[in-house]
């Protein structure tokens, strides 16, 4: 039967070329829009976690209450101490100190008056005695100028905060901000490399400097304003939320503002609700494709039957019944289906893999932008990428063609049999 189906659908194109062609589009759209969601979301745990939240954070409960402000005067003491001993209890984890700040930059001129200036956000972390975090933060494919910091001292200054300055590598910035003990901090520093993030936000006026030199600067000895903590891989919730417990039942002492307290990614910047909402909307997509396809469908397999009334005529007048030629369109609709989906898979995962391999460059569109978000949009195909368009494929075709033959086979047989007569 399955045979006989296939070949009245290869022969008759007006039956199978354009139901295929909307599943084709219609389950290509659905693939293609799940990766680009699952690329969404994980580029969105990837870009928060190397830049800002790491996949937990370690900060005093004082700081935590007004992150935003960077307190460096709530900060961790004795922070290289807890690392060790964050080392020896979470081994399977790395962990890295930093410390943000907020101030200006000013460029001084040959007579070192001051030529430019522009306020700065800096981020202190260990660049010279590790390459952990050099490779983090990919800054072997992000220099565009100069070189890496190979000494105290030296800084890199994104792009277009260079730019606004006009500076160059070798130019001597000064760092102009606050101590953590409430004096003002004024402490020169050499450029030696200008990088490119491909985060507006961060961007637009941000420096990276090595740990020490802010500690110096800050008079933050042994202290840090944050101690982030990664997974050797993708960000686990599960082992993520067990380590902060255990973490927090062992050191947060409640009432005391200066004892350190661990949230995980989810806890921060709003991410636990976005991901949420990531995941809900993979669902919400493919289901509104079921139910426009199935109309579609169901609109295209009314028109159908309508032009095939005289051959199902003919069928039940050589004796097959109705429920026969119900359970035929069905199957039909089944082989289209699976046609139309193999083929839509083909395309969605086709520019799904563009997308993830290449991406599309949307930096312009977010100039203005304060989100931690690559301006880069990315797909990603995960295993389900692979099969989830055979659900609103197979599915919508199925309904269509059950909600469009019950017409068919519902009308009345000598209504069939005048139509066989024209």
């Not at 493919?286 to 609109?299: E, K, P, Q, T």
Request: glycine share 10%.
């Amino acid at each position: 039967m399955i045979k006989f189906l296939l070949k009245g659908l290869v022969r008759d194109r007006h039956r199978s070329l354009f139901p295929i062609l909307i599943i084709a589009g219609g389950v290509g759209l659905s693939v293609l829009l799940y990766c680009y969601i699952q690329g969404f979301g994980s580029d969105l745990i990837r870009t928060n976690a190397i830049y800002d939240t790491g996949h937990v954070k370690i900060m005093t409960q004082a700081y935590k209450k007004i992150a935003d402000q960077l307190p460096n005067d709530l900060a961790l003491a004795n922070s290289d101490q807890l690392v060790q001993e964050l080392q020896n209890k979470y081994p399977e984890m790395e962990w890295s100190q930093r410390i943000k700040l907020g101030g200006l930059l000013d460029i001084p001129d040959e007579k070192g008056e001051t030529k430019e200036q522009g306020p700065v956000q800096g981020i202190g972390m260990d660049l010279l005695n590790s390459n952990k975090n050099i490779n983090r933060f990919n800054l072997h494919k992000a220099l565009v100028e100069g070189n890496l910091p190979d000494k105290q001292g030296e800084i890199l200054i994104t792009k277009e905060f260079a730019n606004n300055l006009n500076v160059k590598p070798g130019h001597t910035a000064t760092l102009i901000s606050n101590a953590a003990d409430g004096s003002m901090a004024i402490y020169n520093f050499e450029i030696s490399g200008i990088i490119q993030f491909g985060v507006s936000f961060l961007d637009k006026n941000t420096i990276l400097v090595d740990i020490q030199d802010l500690r110096s600067a800050l008079n933050m000895y042994n202290s840090a304003g944050e101690i982030l903590g990664y997974f050797p891989g993708n960000f686990n919730a599960e082992k993520a939320n067990r380590i902060t417990a255990d973490f927090n039942q062992e050191y947060s002492e409640e009432g005391d503002e200066f004892s350190p307290v661990m949230v995980t990614l989810r806890d921060q910047n709003g991410l636990d609700q976005m991901l949420s909402m990531i995941n809900a909307e993979s669902f919400i997509i493919i289901g509104i494709f079921i139910f426009v396809m199935s109309l579609v469908l169901w609109n295209t397999g009314l028109m159908s039957g309508i032009r095939r009334y005289g051959e199902i005529g003919v069928r039940l007048a050589i004796g097959e019944s109705k429920t026969d030629v119900y359970v035929s369109l069905l199957w039909e609709g089944l082989l289209i289906g699976v046609a139309g989906t193999i083929v839509g898979n083909i395309l969605g995962l086709a520019f799904s893999y563009y997308l993830q391999e290449v991406g599309i460059d949307v930096s312009g569109m977010m100039q203005d932008s304060s989100a931690l978000m690559s301006t880069v949009l990315r797909a990603r195909i995960t295993t389900p990428a692979y099969f989830i368009g055979f659900i609103p494929g197979l599915l919508a075709t199925f309904l269509g063609n059950a909600i469009s033959g019950i017409g068919i086979v519902n009308r009345e047989t000598a209504q069939l049999f005048k139509e066989l007569e024209r």
